[in-house]
């Protein structure tokens, strides 16, 4: 189709240009137009039939939090990837992810659907994401713009935040991801500071477009528009989804003068930019995976995402890695999760997969050659007795609970850290029969464990792991495979150790006065004991860290090297992690800040290197006096390790800027 003049359209059909034709489709202006589809996201394709109006079988792919437990920035690229090649095949033009919202809530029922509590990590695993989407020539839409961070009466509940919290949390993972310029934002449904976002002019074109520098499109969430005239003159350009009413209202305004032809035409424009990109990328549309490889690519997402919690007295492996010897004779498995385990939480990103997953226990016993036996709870006049001589007559009990989509998903929050009550007496029961006990946790999000977690051997998080995650799991169990996830977000020990924005809402506005001390920066700050800290993760292998460097390149251009040792003899993958800490400085900051990891295969007893680049956003704050980031001078230091709680390498170096950028300090 050739480009289309905006000066072709009349003023009706501009003003239709900006709502959608229907629930997933932009205007085609009679023929004049393409048409775009626009699909959801972000954990596979979740796409309507227009025909039959049921979705369409699709990978489910392990939900955005597992993902983001492999810390792994090239897997998040075949990820969404892997995704787009079901956008070509099914003719969608836009994927409405990734979801970068901040998990400031352990309650928050989409937190399966995000990435971090930590915006550096948020950001880099969005950048990547919006790369492997857009390198296909599918357009990215990159959601939910902002403050969005809690389910709970989200679409009218006002997230009041200051501006230094908002720049350095919740919008950080956004401004990141204008690096790979994805198409497409999202506003989110949320007032901020008592505007909604679909009508925040400042955050959508003073903070996004201006200071972001974002060229693209930005479109409503769903029926988050509350009167489209406010929203255009907010700069935001595409309403959806269709609604009867906005042409009129749009003609109505330009006829009563509070609209020019100018400012619908600038919205406009962006409408027909967005055709034009998604026409003249065309070409990059080439599938690289068959329905089996991204089946393949679910099963190793969820293999590096799962994270092994706890792991006393190395009950796991079931086999041993060095000589393949059987460490059990027998395992009793419980719970329905192990025939077909949640894949992910409810609401818009559930995909439907035709994927007939294969239950735990055969896999397990087929991979380690040890006996197995299964049984489901009932939940009605269970016999326990039969449970607990299972339990009794094997070596290990494996016990698989979680939420179901009634309890994390889309529109709510949970009401609770702690599994039901029923799965807790589960555990507990079936653990004081069990010579040994492994819990496998398939949540969204931090999990409460006091009342067990002292109770059980193992603990393996496997989140909602998709598709795939039984064929992950037996091979993770077995020793096949090792773990190599480690936790994009801190478990606090009790709900009452978050912060207390995680317990009381007044049901009107959600007050950050938690200001920049989301997550570990919360955690720390207070001196808090946590359960599983942010970057935990255990291995079969064994890891030191040895001999930190760093090399100047410039004021803030910095090389930070370590070395990394895997002291035992078993291969493995090591997350290392770089945090910044300001030693002093005239306004509070966090105790530490992730500012950089990596990821590295290591062989028995080898030795890496590992290099990691600082930069000018790696010790900068968001001055408000300023407006802008602002870096201090003086002593900084830059801790290194597996953890945020275990970080034995340190280094100090000092950040001298010209006076000429700096303010009086004494
Ligand atoms: C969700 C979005 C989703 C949209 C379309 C909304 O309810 O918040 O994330 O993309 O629906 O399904």
Same mark, same amino acid.
């Given at each position: 189709m050739e480009k289309i003049d905006i000066k072709k359209l009349s003023l009706e059909e501009k003003a239709l240009l900006?709502? !959608?034709? #229907?629930?997933w489709r932009t205007y085609g202006a009679n023929g004049k137009l393409k048409q775009l589809f626009l699909a959801d996201g972000p954990q596979g394709l979740r796409m309507i039939d227009t025909e039959t109006n049921k979705p369409f079988n699709a990978t489910a792919l392990p939900a955005c939090h597992v993902l983001a437990n492999t810390w792994n920035k090239d897997m998040a690229y075949e990820y969404s990837s892997a995704i787009a090649d079901e956008c070509i095949l099914h003719n969608a033009d836009v994927l409405l992810g990734p979801g970068v919202n901040i998990k400031r809530n352990p309650l928050c029922g989409r937190n399966f659907e995000y990435f971090s509590e930590d915006p550096f990590l948020s950001g880099e695993l969005g950048k990547a994401y919006v790369k492997g989407v857009q390198d296909k020539g599918i357009g990215a839409c990159v959601k939910h713009y902002c403050a969005n961070n809690n389910e709970y009466d989200r679409c009218y509940q006002s997230s009041e935040v200051d501006n230094r919290t908002l720049h350095e949390i919740y919008l950080r993972p956004f401004e990141m991801c204008m690096e790979e310029k994805p198409w497409s934002i999202m506003c989110s449904y949320n007032p901020i500071n008592g505007i909604y976002a679909s009508e925040n002019r400042k955050l959508l074109n003073d903070v996004l477009r201006k200071e972001f520098g974002f060229d693209g499109l930005i479109m409503s969430d769903w !029926?988050?528009?509350?009167?489209p005239l406010y929203a255009v003159k907010a700069t935001l350009d595409l309403c959806m989804p269709h609604h009867k009413d906005y042409q009129d209202i749009l003609l109505k305004a330009v006829e009563d003068g509070k609209l020019t032809e100018k400012e619908i035409d600038e919205r406009v424009q962006k409408v027909l930019d967005l055709i034009e990109k998604s026409e003249s990328n065309y070409s990059k549309r080439k599938i690289s995976y068959t329905d089996e490889q991204r089946h393949e690519k679910a099963v190793e997402v969820a293999k590096e995402g799962v994270v092994l919690l706890k792991n006393d007295g190395d009950i796991l492996p079931f086999v041993n890695v060095s000589d393949g010897a059987k460490k059990y004779s027998k395992i009793f498995f419980y719970g329905a999760n192990v025939k077909k385990p949640f894949t992910s939480g409810g609401g818009s990103g559930k995909v439907e997969t035709a994927y007939e997953q294969k239950p735990l226990d055969e896999l397990v016993k087929n991979l380690s050659g040890i006996e197995t036996v299964f049984m489901e709870e009932s939940r009605f006049e269970p016999c326990w007795r039969a449970v607990f001589k299972q339990a009794y007559d094997s070596d290990v009990s494996v016990i698989a609970m979680g939420d179901d989509t009634n309890v994390e998903g889309e529109g709510f929050n949970r009401y609770t850290m702690r599994l039901s009550n029923e799965q807790e007496d589960i555990i507990l029961n079936i653990a004081r029969h069990s010579e040994k006990t492994i819990v496998i946790l398939y949540t969204g999000s931090a999990v #409460?464990?006091?009342?067990w977690i002292d109770c059980v051997d193992a603990v393996v998080f496997a989140g909602y792991s998709g598709e795939g995650a039984n064929e992950a799991l037996s091979n993770l169990l077995c020793g096949k495979s090792n773990f190599s996830g480690k936790l994009a977000e801190t478990f606090p020990i009790t709900l009452q150790d978050a912060f207390k924005g995680g317990r009381t809402f007044d049901g009107e506005t959600d007050l950050y006065d938690d200001g920049i001390f989301v997550g570990y920066r919360y955690y720390d700050y207070e001196n808090k004991e946590v359960l599983f800290p942010f970057g935990h993760g255990l291995s079969y292998a064994q890891f030191e860290y040895s001999n930190i460097r760093i090399v100047k390149n410039s004021e803030y251009d910095y090389e930070v090297l370590y070395d990394i040792t895997n002291i035992s003899n078993v291969a493995g993958k090591e997350i290392s992690q770089v945090y910044v800490k300001d030693v002093s400085s005239m306004v509070r900051r966090p105790k530490k800040e992730l500012k950089g990891f990596s990821k590295d295969y290591l062989e028995p007893n080898e030795t890496k290197t590992i290099s990691v680049k600082l930069d000018f956003s790696s010790f900068a704050y968001y001055n408000v006096s300023l407006d802008k980031w602002y870096i201090e001078n003086g002593a900084f230091e830059v801790l290194v390790g597996g953890s945020s709680r275990n970080l034995p390498l340190k280094a100090k170096l000092n950040v001298q800027l010209p006076q000429d950028c700096q303010y009086s300090d004494g």
């Open positions: 900006l709502t !959608g034709a #229907d629930i !029926g988050a528009v509350h009167n #409460d464990m006091s009342a």
